[in-house]
């Protein structure tokens, strides 16, 4: 298998940062990589706090999703150095932990690492060593406007069946008045539609790849949850859904122009309207793998000069001191908290009061099953916990945007994407 630094992505951000120096040496200046999703432009405020107290400035570096990836990828893995903190998962932490790429994290006892969910300790560490610790973990659920869905008679159940989320969003559908029936990624990446497509393709029963890691995109399973995410998108989403990922579609939502929307479960911290209810993502049938499990989490890599200064930040921006920081400031409140990675937040009876989804939102987290199975023998939901993944990801989301948008059959475009896949896994010496 060829190693975890030759299928990093060739690109970089040329991003010179000017340190300066306490008088024993040490950095006042940290660059952090960020994706440009809420929580994370909020902690740029509330960490005004922290330079303010530590006289560490913060040099933040926000970038959307895919970009992220690449950029962080490339600077991690030749060891670079233009990040001190940079923004990454639960499929980067335990892979790049064990090559090196990262820092291994320990917090002093009162970071209280036993109040972690155990989801998100588990999914960034790499044989017990935490590598990366969460600012915010979510899963998957429907999140549809219950206004809609009662004018128009239907309802939607945890773990439906995705012929009656269909029926539901052909219900609540209505163009004419700016209302899409669905709303779901279609943008292609690893982590943009794929992360959507592979829980489909979960709970249809289909894995990326059988028990020889050989991929399987052509099966029945992947054939048949394609060409109903195809159709349902095409016939009840909103005009160029091959464009759109998390932010694009929370926009829309908040727009009122969503009768529903399969996403992430942070999402709900963030929709601004009225009449939201929630229930478990739907399957076909396999309900394995049907809803996600991601965090965002900040990580050290080893390429950074100020390793210590930046493992102290992250102890306090992933603390209960942190959740507590944003419920008191100013701007926010408790509605604005990071979720999905400290049992502590859940047991708030302010929290409770504002967060409606907080109850669906641990169930998701709860009932995700990431662990290998007969079907699925790789560790990972919406993706596969292998070096060689998001190269693979990368490759096959570019095949089935170009089916969403109708340039191909569903057919061609699996074809092509299992020529990909099957290439890639080839090289690395998997067969």
């Not at 439906?160 to 163009?175: C, E, R, T």
Request: a negative charge; hydrophobic letters at 45%; glycine letters at 10%.
């Amino acid at each position: 298998m060829k190693s975890l630094r030759n299928t990093a992505l060739g690109l970089s951000l040329g991003i010179a940062t000017a340190t300066f120096a306490w008088a024993d040496g040490h950095a006042k200046e940290l660059t952090i990589a960020i994706v440009n999703n809420g929580h994370m432009i909020n902690m740029q405020k509330v960490a005004e706090a922290y330079t303010e107290e530590t006289g560490v400035k913060l040099n933040w570096v926000s970038l959307e999703e895919g970009v992220l990836r690449e950029q962080v990828t490339s600077d991690t893995a030749t060891g670079g150095g233009q990040y001190d903190i940079i923004n990454i998962g639960m499929q980067e932490a335990p892979i790049w932990g064990a090559a090196g790429w990262i820092e291994p994290l320990e917090f002093g006892a009162e970071y209280d690492i036993d109040d972690m969910l155990p989801a998100m300790r588990n999914g960034l560490s790499h044989e017990g060593t935490l590598y990366a610790a969460p600012f915010y973990g979510e899963s998957s659920m429907v999140m549809y406007r219950k206004d809609l869905a009662d004018a128009a008679g239907v309802m939607i159940k945890d773990n439906d069946s995705w012929d009656n989320v269909k029926a539901a969003a052909a219900a609540m559908h209505n163009p004419d008045a700016g209302v899409y029936g669905a709303c779901l990624r279609g943008k292609p990446g690893w982590g943009d539609n794929m992360a959507f497509v592979t829980t489909m393709v979960n709970s249809f029963g289909g894995a990326w790849f059988d028990k020889d890691m050989k991929p399987t995109l052509e099966s029945d399973e992947w054939k048949a949850a394609i060409n109903f995410y195809v159709d349902l998108l095409g016939n009840y989403g909103p005009p160029g859904s091959e464009g759109n990922s998390f932010n694009e579609i929370l926009a829309l939502y908040n727009e009122g122009k969503c009768g529903m929307w399969i996403d992430a479960t942070i999402a709900a911290s963030f929709l601004e309207v009225d009449g939201v209810a929630y229930a478990q993502s739907p399957n076909a049938g396999n309900p394995v793998g049907a809803n996600w499990l991601w965090a965002w989490a900040m990580a050290v890599p080893t390429g950074t000069d100020n390793t210590e200064e930046a493992k102290a930040f992250i102890e306090w921006a992933t603390s209960k001191e942190y959740i507590k920081a944003v419920a008191d400031h100013p701007e926010f409140g408790w509605g604005s908290v990071p979720t999905g990675t400290r049992a502590s937040t859940y047991a708030y009876a302010e929290f409770q009061d504002v967060a409606k989804f907080a109850a669906a939102e641990m169930a998701a987290i709860e009932s995700a099953a990431p662990a290998a199975t007969d079907i699925k023998p790789y560790v990972g939901v919406q993706f596969a916990a292998i070096p060689e993944f998001p190269e693979v990801g990368t490759a096959v989301a570019q095949e089935i945007a170009a089916a969403l948008s109708g340039a191909k059959s569903v057919d061609d475009a699996l074809a092509a994407a299992q020529s990909a896949a099957d290439s890639i896994m080839k090289e690395a010496g998997y067969y």
